[in-house]
């Protein structure tokens, strides 16, 4: 049965929420008065649909089921998890988590503020240890990061297990220690931001100006490697003690207004508006969040091919939802075909028709093959130790069609076996449908010697047993066949 959660608030941050939770395989409940609330959260959700499974590199679980209720009640019961998501408005916030309270007691309550503290948000609260802040970055179902702030009401068991709710979904619970309004991050953008109103303000440079002094230069280094490695790196082989002796004084000198606010007039945001809109009018509000997201994607993955940053998170997160799709392949020889690994159609397989391109195809046989040799002992350890099979000659056949988010199984036969070579017959399945078919020569070959030669007795044995199951097989239906071979 699958886990439910509750999101009250269906803007831009609780839409977020939505498909970070249902993407996941959580059943989401959403609570808006908004009666605009479906359309709004479903573009959020169709554009998660796009972007998150590009980051993963193992299948997603089968979608949750999505609902729009009428009535906080509705949403809350059965939930294992509550993301309040509405307006900054304290009492609008005491009075959802009053509702929340009386009909699910116990629950673990998450609030998205950027600003209040938790003692605030749980004023007068039936249940005070159970809500905290969960303060997610938008788009919150790519971004990591989510500010778990508790109080010293907070049972510290309630907020470990928060924190693995949000790993489960792939994010990353940054606990802070200390409450303080606007907690970590929205601090530090507080005081960006008001520098930047200053520099607008004072015609020193235009929105797209310090945009661009951004994203063209510091704003990559913080990408990976946020303030304070950027600047121990800057400070040379000395670090951070040379950094500090060299820039400390800058402290005390003019540079900037941080304590001191423009007057926020109409005059002030005709400005920005007016500059933002010559900026980036030309394009909508959900282009704008296809190109971010599609930018995004390509930054995230550099980091996860590398295991850094926030890279490191999506690695993680990839790691145990392998387990659950991984763990359901076949690990002894029996007498049929072999299932050896489990695969979605990802954004990145497609190509223009919307088709699974070619080259992933070769990758699934690939992904079945090498779970293969993992099952016999031909592994990376053996690789390693200077052994491997080499494929020597592939022959495919496309026989269906595998479109965006299709599930995908391969499984092996193998055709025959000896010492020195092994003939498979890989299927490509979408549920009972065979997409694509591919026969593959394998060869074992000493790599130091650079010639072929007979694997290893361990080795051996667990090939001729899997030959052995599949002995009396029928011959599959193509198997041998040249291209344009009539039938």
Same mark, same amino acid.
């Given at each position: 049965?699958? *886990? ?28 808006? +008065? ?18 998150? +499974? ?19 009640? %509705? ?132 929105? %797209? ?105 999506? *690695?993680?997160?990839? %790691? ?16 049929? +075909? ?84 092994? *003939? ?61 071979? *009539?039938?």
């Amino acid at each position: 049965m699958a *886990r439910k959660a509750a999101i009250i608030g269906g803007g831009v941050i609780g839409g977020g929420w939505a498909a970070r939770f249902l993407l996941n395989g959580w059943d989401v409940a959403v609570f808006d +008065p908004d009666p605009e609330a479906p359309r709004k959260v479903g573009e959020v959700i169709a554009n998660a649909r796009q972007a998150l +499974p590009a980051l993963s590199d193992v299948p997603m679980p089968a979608e949750g089921k999505l609902s729009f209720v009428s009535t906080i009640t %509705e949403a809350v019961e059965g939930s294992e998890y509550i993301q309040e998501s509405v307006s900054e408005r304290l009492d609008l916030k005491h009075r959802v988590f009053a509702q929340i309270q009386q009909v699910a007691p116990g629950v673990l309550i998450g609030s998205s503020t950027s600003g209040f503290k938790p003692s605030e948000l749980q004023e007068k609260a039936p249940e005070p240890g159970m809500i905290f802040v969960a303060h997610p970055f938008n788009p919150v179902y790519l971004l990591p990061l989510a500010e778990v702030v508790p109080s010293p009401k907070n049972p510290p068991e309630a907020i470990e297990r928060a924190k693995e709710i949000l790993r489960e979904i792939g994010m990353f619970p940054l606990h802070v220690r200390k409450e303080i309004d606007a907690h970590i991050a929205d601090r530090f953008l507080e005081a960006v931001w008001r520098e930047a109103l200053w520099l607008v303000k004072d015609g020193i440079a235009t929105t %797209e100006e310090i945009d661009e002094a951004i994203r063209m230069g510091f704003g990559l280094r913080w990408g990976q490697m946020g303030l304070f490695e950027t600047y121990r790196v800057a400070g040379g082989e000395a670090g951070m003690k040379h950094f500090m002796a060299q820039f400390g004084p800058c402290l005390t000198w003019p540079w900037t207004k941080l304590m001191d606010v423009p007057e926020f007039n109409d005059e002030l945001v005709d400005l920005i508006a007016g500059q933002s809109d010559a900026q980036s009018g030309h394009h909508s509000i959900r282009e704008l969040e296809r190109i971010r997201d599609s930018n995004l994607i390509g930054f995230l993955r550099a980091l996860k091919e590398r295991n850094w940053g926030a890279g490191k998170v999506l *690695r993680e997160h990839d %790691e145990r939802k392998a387990a659950a799709f991984f763990g359901a392949t076949d690990s002894a020889p029996k007498a049929a +075909p072999l299932e050896m690994a489990h695969m979605q159609v990802l954004p990145g397989w497609i190509d223009y028709n919307g088709h699974m391109t070619e080259s992933r195809y070769y990758f699934a046989n690939s992904e079945t093959i090498d779970a293969f040799l993992r099952l016999i002992g031909a592994g990376m350890d053996y690789v390693a130790a200077g052994h491997s099979y080499y494929s020597a000659e592939t022959h495919i056949r496309h026989l269906g069609e595998a479109k965006l988010g299709d599930r995908l199984t391969g499984t092996i036969q193998i055709i025959s076996a000896d010492e020195k070579r092994f *003939r498979s017959f890989v299927r490509i399945m979408k549920g009972e449908d065979c997409v694509a078919t591919i026969e593959q020569l394998c060869l074992h070959v000493d790599m130091a010697a650079g010639k072929s030669s007979p694997a290893s007795a361990e080795v051996w044995a667990k090939l001729k047993a899997v030959a052995d199951a599949h002995a009396n097989l029928p011959l599959p239906e193509g198997a041998g066949r040249a291209v344009g071979q *009539r039938k």
